[in-house]
């Protein structure tokens, strides 16, 4: 079922260049049993050790802590709290010797990114090669690296967009997952390493930080349940596709019994407006007031929907959850977490300088 206000955008096909990427049929490889999951606190990262713990698999979590979601991990995962470009990351990593590694810490914010490419590049890029390098070094046999559907393609000439469309990143954020996926490649030739690129789309969901830059969903969550009105960056028209945390966790789950390799678009291939999304989460939330609009970011793409047909093939996953009973879930577990019902925002004139003068949190990526 789709959202109101959503709709399969069409193909606008520009005539600009296509890069090739082979289309690799999946096999029936030895399922790896120990895997270590980098950022397996944060957002993505519980949801997706949740389901790695469920099939019985031997976890080690490296996170650094400062993105954690505050929800703990099941008792028989390990945990070791560094920075992966700190001293004795990489020996964490070749002491328990993975068969398989999921890596999902990253800077994920385009507008940090933009205000410190170098320091985005430090923690998505030089991380990502240390982290390679260590598998190498452990034997690792698989490595799977969280990308970016939205950012790497830029303007996509074609929406949905397909694994094939030549990148054109218009953030730090975007050229950093690009330059990464880079090195996946790199490693791949040189040293026999199955490496998988997954490009998410925009993932939401329970957990998600509500406090940062990026994440429309859970910033409108955050500004209901704290009695601020919610705000929507731009006009509201631009688009992306929502794909709720939990199928993404079922597609890295996917992703590490599978052979395929390159890289595979994680979506839903439905794109939604941004203010369709907080209509939505105002409805759910009961709130009555106004809306507000606010400039927009440099760096962020205008639309984005990701095609899914290679996810389909090669991992035999599809996202199974509606926007719309994706958005219930997410504000009822943000409401749960907060221990309150939502407060109502305040409509008037010294509320909406209060906003100017706080800094909108709300975005589109």
Request: charged residues 20%.
């Amino acid at each position: 079922m789709r959202p109101p206000g959503s709709a399969r955008v069409v193909d606008r096909r520009t005539g600009a260049r296509q890069s090739s990427l082979a289309c690799v049929e999946p096999v029936s490889p030895t399922a790896p049993h120990r895997v270590l999951v980098t950022g397996g606190a944060g957002f993505i990262g519980v949801h997706t050790v949740n389901r790695l713990a469920a099939e019985g698999l031997e976890i080690l979590v490296i996170d650094d802590g400062r993105h954690a979601s505050g929800e703990r991990l099941p008792p028989a995962v390990r945990l070791e709290t560094v920075d992966l470009n700190g001293a004795g990351a990489a020996e964490i990593v070749v002491r328990f010797r993975p068969e398989a590694i999921i890596h999902l810490a990253a800077q994920g914010g385009v507008s940090r990114s933009v205000r410190d490419p170098a320091g985005d590049a430090l923690v998505n890029v030089v991380a990502t090669v240390a982290l390679l390098r260590a598998s190498v070094d452990a034997g690792c046999r698989r490595f799977i690296f969280a990308s970016s559907g939205g950012a790497i393609y830029g303007r996509a000439p074609r929406l949905p967009t397909p694994e094939n469309t030549t990148p054109a990143p218009l953030s730090p954020y975007g050229a950093a997952k690009l330059a990464a996926e880079g090195y996946l490649g790199m490693f791949a030739r040189t040293f026999g390493l199955s490496t998988l690129a997954l490009r998410y789309s925009n993932v939401y969901g329970p957990y998600q930080d509500g406090t940062g830059e990026a994440g429309v969903v859970a910033i409108t969550c955050d500004r209901l349940l704290s009695g601020r009105p919610p705000e929507i960056r731009g006009d509201g028209q631009q688009t992306r596709d929502f794909v709720f945390v939990g199928d993404v966790a079922d597609a890295n789950w996917r992703a590490l019994q599978a052979s395929a390799r390159g890289a595979i678009n994680v979506g839903t291939g439905v794109a939604t407006t941004v203010q369709t999304i907080v209509e939505e989460l105002a409805r759910i939330a009961a709130y009555q007031g106004a809306i507000s609009f606010v400039d927009g970011r440099p760096g962020e793409v205008r639309d984005t929907a990701l095609q899914t047909g290679r996810a389909a093939k090669l991992l035999n996953w599809s996202a199974r959850t509606p926007v719309r009973d994706g958005l219930t879930q997410t504000f009822t577990s943000f409401r749960e977490r907060a221990g309150r019902a939502p407060a109502p925002a305040s409509r008037g004139p010294a509320a909406a300088e209060a906003r100017e003068g706080h800094g909108s949190r709300a975005g589109s990526e």
